[in-house]
């Protein structure tokens, strides 16, 4: 017996719905195909995680505000007390340090933003689903660390450029400023982005690392604050260890009149680079061998 009723002269089937039928499974599948995760798309994913946050928006304004505010404040209380500075204090006065001291907070606003970037996943349980779709593990790490350094670095060099030229306005008046073509000025200005940025990206690994926002925040902070308090203590034979600090490195790459209590810029750039290597090749491990 048919399975078709008629009304009005029209047939209508009541049966289940042919292969070729759009709403059938095989078809669905033909029109959805399976997308092979590559790089891009998971650089594409870490893109979309970064920027639909909140406080990504924030913690970015925040970094931007301070470099620019203290490095503008700091120049403006240097002109005022230009005066009272001794001879020697005005020989070795770095008017481009001066307007990129911003630095030291904008490291800890970007430091945290980078812990959190990873560190948050954890805490949510998000993680799961990201290695879930990428069972590799590695290409999130990758694409995670390559979107926050163009970032971060994109901002801190913006921040830097602001922070430069109103700071050097602000010295003009005592004619002590200087110009952005000068020798090692624009070395200063990129350097301090990229040590900045480094921070970020160090956080990021310990994030990683550790998988918990207050241990690895803690870690870094201790890094960057405490650690050259105790090695300034130590006998003087032994002081030549800050060189191997983070915070050294970012106090030569700001420089540009010499300091003989500075490394080199070149020393600063491969002390941070030995320290992103060694932490990236550690949460890579990390990440590949431990279970979510």
Do not use: C
Request: no cysteine; charged share 10%.
């Amino acid at each position: 017996m048919s399975t078709q009723t008629i009304t009005a002269g029209t047939p209508h089937a009541t049966s289940s719905p042919s292969p070729s039928s759009p709403s059938s499974p095989s078809s669905s599948r033909h029109a959805r195909p399976h997308q092979r995760v590559t790089q891009l798309r998971v650089l594409r994913s870490e893109w979309t995680k970064l920027t639909s946050l909140r406080s990504t928006a924030w913690t970015l304004a925040a970094a931007l505000a301070v470099t620019i505010l203290l490095g503008v404040v700091l120049a403006k209380a240097t002109a005022s007390n230009w005066d009272h500075y001794t001879v020697e204090d005005k020989r070795t006065f770095d008017a481009t340090a001066t307007s990129l001291s911003g630095m030291y907070l904008a490291q800890l606003a970007l430091g945290v933003l980078g812990v959190l970037m990873i560190s948050g996943e954890y805490a949510t349980g998000m993680i799961r689903a990201t290695l879930g779709v990428v069972p590799r593990r590695l290409p999130v790490l990758w694409a995670k660390v390559a979107v926050f350094a163009a970032v971060s670095f994109t901002l801190m060099v913006v921040a830097n450029l602001i922070a430069f030229t109103a700071g050097q306005a602000m010295l003009a008046p005592r004619h002590i400023d200087v110009a952005l073509s000068d020798p090692g000025v624009v070395r200063a200005v990129l350097g301090t982005a990229f040590f900045v940025s480094a921070i970020g990206v160090l956080g990021l690994t310990l994030g990683t690392l550790l998988r918990s926002t207050p241990a690895a925040i803690g870690v870094l902070f201790g890094v960057l604050l405490v650690l050259p308090q105790l090695v300034g203590a130590l006998p003087h034979n032994l002081a030549r260890i800050s060189d191997y600090l983070p915070s050294t490195s970012g106090d030569a790459l700001m420089q540009v009149v010499p300091s003989s209590s500075l490394p080199s810029p070149t020393h600063g750039v491969l002390v941070l680079i030995a320290y992103l290597v060694v932490t990236l090749t550690a949460a890579a491990f990390v990440l590949v061998r431990r279970d979510v």
